[in-house]
């Protein structure tokens, strides 16, 4: 059974459908806790590594892995999981891996907290290779968002990604983006974190079996 931890509940019906399209059979258990993301906006990701820890530890029993969505605490999550016992896997680093193959990247978030956690992965998973890696936030997509209105949100972000300064890939940055990338009308690649997300997961309870 995989386990996620959500700081938005939805994110819950996506990867349900994900699962259902990809990886039929698979047992999923959703954690949401809100609180996280609020939290790290106000204190930052590192400030709230304890409360990270204590959810984790939740959504880790009787699971063989925990799938954690956020980007913002993904990097926190992963340096909580050494004594958990089971994988931690952060939701949006197969993206980045596929975002740092190519030479200009430009990284589109609604949350200004997402930005420098997302940047420093792909920097990681970069490994040293010179890359040109810029950023575009979304001004008002996120109270979009806030106020549950779904098409608006995704609206401002495809509308911001088709505004995009020349580049070799997109990346959303946000797991809540994800559809917005059948919006837009960009020849560019645009890619968002939960179907390879999801799918490293599943490799990894496999692998792991």
Same mark, same amino acid.
């Given at each position: 059974m995989l386990a996620l931890l959500h700081t938005s509940p939805v994110h819950v019906p996506v990867f349900d459908a994900l699962r259902d399209e990809d990886h039929p059979g698979l047992a999923l258990r959703h954690l949401v806790e809100e609180d996280l993301l609020a939290r790290a906006r106000e204190e930052g990701p590192e400030a709230i590594a304890p @409360?990270? @820890?204590t959810a984790l530890a939740g959504a880790a029993e009787g699971a063989a892995a925990v799938l954690v969505t956020c980007s913002t605490i993904?990097?926190?999550a992963e340096a909580c999981a050494a004594d958990l016992g089971v994988p931690v896997l *952060?939701? +949006? *680093?197969p993206m980045a891996a596929a975002a740092a193959a190519a030479d200009r990247i430009v990284v589109v978030a609604a949350l200004r907290s997402t930005l420098? /956690? =997302?940047l420093a992965l792909i920097r990681e998973e970069a490994?040293? *290779?010179a890359i040109d890696l *810029?950023?575009?936030?979304?001004d008002g997509a996120w109270e979009l968002f806030e106020a549950g209105d779904r098409d608006g949100y995704l609206d401002a972000v495809a509308a911001a990604v088709d505004?995009? /300064?020349? =580049? +070799?890939?997109?990346?959303l940055a946000q797991a809540s983006m994800a559809d917005a990338a059948d919006r837009t009308t960009t020849a560019v690649p645009v890619l968002s974190s939960p179907r390879p997300g999801l799918r490293a997961a599943a490799l990894a309870i496999t692998h792991g079996s």
């Open positions: @409360a990270v @820890a993904g990097g926190v *952060r939701g +949006d *680093r420098e /956690p =997302t490994a040293g *290779r *810029r950023t575009l936030l979304v505004g995009a /300064p020349a =580049t +070799d890939v997109i990346v």
